[in-house]
């Protein structure tokens, strides 16, 4: 192949971070329906296929398929909030790795704070008896809900105070539906059970602590005008939150969970109200959707 040849191969492929930035927009915006119903749908069916026998050994709660899934229901939200890291930022995404890393250990190793629970199902590589993709199952939930307030709270987000207040328990009402879900599931089982779906009281209050510390940093990394300007932008941001609602909602019905049920429709209903539940999510793609960089390269002036 000629280096011609080569070159137009993949010309349509983003050069540079200002290339890269609108080009992901394009990907993520063209591809709606596909990365935020059709995956989540899909997935909710092998999940629950897993549990009830329905598909074959391999494909039974197979990990490297959790794992894309996943990432590919998080697109949206990587992509959204991608423009609005700066250095800052990044020190303050690597400080919430290092602690969704540490409470997990201290969580598996000791059953503080969320109380003794072991992994029936691999996620994945472990280290240490710890999911190494840990934070691409964490982080989401805890900006989607951020970014869910920041929307529906308005002017009054401005204050940190109460960017606090509600963020906080928001976040631990998303894990109202997941953790009841996961439980049913088999992902993991809490020692003795527990009062909610099998699911303890304790680890709701480790997941307060766990909210409070990641909403702090976050509120401290990133600079709010520049993540509210960005959302309001970005149709898509919070579709990753669509999913989760599909996703786990659906588990959670199928298995009889009727009040993780609830919530996953309270969270549908914020969304609506914020205007992030729309037609172009309910949109089928005819096929996968490739923008071409081009279309976003600075051409060069024209000599005179």
Do not use: H, K
């Not at 992509?79 to 290092?98: C, E, K, N, S």
């Not at 250990?105 to 710890?130: C, K, R």
């Amino acid at each position: 192949m000629s280096a011609e040849t080569r070159e137009g191969a993949i010309a349509w492929l983003p050069r540079s971070r200002s290339e890269a930035e609108p080009w992901l927009d394009a990907f993520v915006n063209g591809n709606r329906f596909t990365i935020s119903v059709f995956f989540p749908f899909i997935g909710a069916v092998m999940l629950l296929g897993s549990a009830e026998g329905w598909v074959p050994g391999p494909l039974r709660f197979n990990a490297p398929l959790i794992l894309f899934g996943t990432a590919v229901m998080a697109a949206p939200l990587i992509v959204g909030v991608l423009p609005t890291i700066d250095r800052r930022a990044a020190v303050g995404i690597a400080a919430l790795l290092a602690y969704t890393y540490g409470i997990e250990y201290l969580g598996v190793e000791t059953g503080w704070p969320y109380g003794e629970f072991s992994y029936g199902v691999t996620l994945g590589p472990m280290l240490d008896g710890i999911p190494a993709a840990l934070p691409l199952f964490f982080l989401p939930i805890v900006m989607n809900a951020y970014l869910l307030c920041l929307l529906l709270l308005g002017d009054r987000a401005r204050s940190w105070l109460v960017r606090l207040a509600v963020v906080i328990p928001a976040v631990v009402t998303m894990d109202v539906v997941l953790d009841p879900a996961a439980v049913s599931l088999g992902f993991w089982a809490y020692e003795g059970g527990g009062l909610f779906y099998d699911v303890p009281l304790s680890n709701y209050a480790g997941w307060m602590l766990s909210a409070a510390v990641a909403v702090g940093v976050m509120d401290y990394a990133f600079e709010q005008r520049a993540l509210r300007d960005r959302i309001d932008r970005c149709d898509f941001m919070l579709d990753d939150m669509v999913s989760f609602v599909i996703l786990w909602g659906a588990i959670n019905a199928w298995f009889g969970n009727a009040v993780p049920v609830v919530v996953a429709g309270v969270f549908a209903a914020g969304l609506i109200r914020a205007d992030r539940f729309d037609a172009g999510l309910l949109r089928p793609n005819t096929g996968i959707y490739l923008p071409n960089a081009a279309e976003f390269r600075e051409r060069p002036a024209a000599r005179e």
